[in-house]
């Protein structure tokens, strides 16, 4: 039998069935909302900086949430980062070619008026990026992740069809504390956050480089 939980409608039914509530009116009826949180703990995680909360989540970067845009627009200091977009994982300037060096606010604003020459830093400002030199035409590489369709309907994702433990546990979570189940949330929650480590653990193995890499989030305000 194929895997029932790759789509829309088999996960609001799974997430029905593993809670044992299958006919809930009331859940099947939040379930947009379960889904909707369940997204942002996979893509934000939740309370990164508390490892003491006992809902803490790491978000999850996967190969299959990457992607690159190879003629990103410089046409100034501040430009608006890609829809989307979640973490910057590498930049470059196409012409002249050139690494794009990571660094938070604090540091770009450290040089004042300073020119260095040409564009060579990049910083993340809220839903924005902003570089130094401040450039006026030109186009840069970017990979970075990003965040997938939602399910829905007919719609999935490489995340659902792949990883689809990950969207019905998340969903368990909310499911859960909207239950105000304490206990079947803190299971539901274990689970997730196993498999969204072992996930994670498998991207650093792919993409493990003696050249270390400086990623910061979106909305970040460093």
């Known amino acids: 039998m194929p895997a029932q939980i790759t789509t829309y409608g088999g996960l609001k039914e799974g997430m029905l069935a593993w809670l044992a509530r299958t006919g809930d009116v009331l859940l099947a009826g939040r379930f947009d909302d379960f889904l909707l949180n369940c997204e942002r703990r996979m893509y934000y995680g939740h309370a990164v900086d508390e490892p003491g909360n006992p809902m803490r989540s790491d978000p999850l970067r996967i190969p299959e949430m990457e992607t690159a845009d ?3 627009a410089l046409s100034a200091g501040t430009v608006a980062q890609p829809p989307g977009f979640l973490e910057l994982i590498s930049a470059k300037s196409n012409s002249p070619e050139g690494p794009l060096q990571q660094v938070s606010q604090r540091t770009l604003d450290g040089y004042g008026t300073q020119s260095l020459g040409g564009t060579k830093l990049i910083a993340i400002s809220g839903t924005n990026f902003r ?14 992740y990003r965040k997938l369709s939602t399910p829905s309907g007919s719609t999935v994702n490489d995340i659902l069809t792949n990883y689809p433990d990950v969207y019905l ?4 979570v909310e499911a859960a504390i909207f239950t105000q189940g304490e206990a079947e ?3 539901y929650l274990q689970l997730y ?9 498998r991207t650093q193995r792919i993409s493990a480089s003696s050249v270390p890499v400086i ?8």
């Open 169 to 172: 546990q998340g969903c368990l």
């Open 215 to 222: 990623r910061v989030r979106a909305g970040m305000t460093p």
């Open 70 to 72: 190879t003629a990103f």
């Open 185 to 187: 949330a803190a299971r």
């Open 193 to 201: 956050n196993a498999s969204v480590a072992g996930l994670n653990a």
């Open 131 to 144: 570089f130094l030199d401040a450039p006026s035409s030109g186009t840069a590489t970017l990979r970075y």
